[in-house]
């Protein structure tokens, strides 16, 4: 099963913007049949905490979670990318996005806030 995951994450990576200069986290989007789909992706080595669930929160105060079955051998970081459904166009994502991240060999997460 995780050579899949690892297949997809690849095929996502080469995809996907470049991430932004000094960013730990940042939000992937990308078209989808009614909507677009949403990817959480970090700085190579950082890990997101699946302790506690990242959102968005739209300008709307619409609510968005992202979640992914993948997840470390402990289920305390995601094994992949955390994604989430929006039924509506990929640029109109914007609003307040909060995640628990780790960098590489730190032991403690922090949580980011980041506008998008």
Known sequence: MLKP????LTLLL??????PAGELLWLGREPAPGGARLLLLT??????SA???PTLTLDDGTLVRFDTTALSPD????AAPPAATLHRPPAQAH???KA?????NEAVCRLVKLEV
């Open 5 to 8: 995951v690892l297949a997809a």
């Open 14 to 19: 080469a995809c996907s913007p470049p991430p």
């Open 43 to 48: 700085e190579p080595g950082a890990r997101i």
């Open 51 to 53: 302790e506690y669930t």
């Open 75 to 78: 289920s305390a970081y995601f």
């Open 95 to 97: 609003g307040l996005l």
């Open 100 to 104: 628990s991240v780790c960098r590489r």
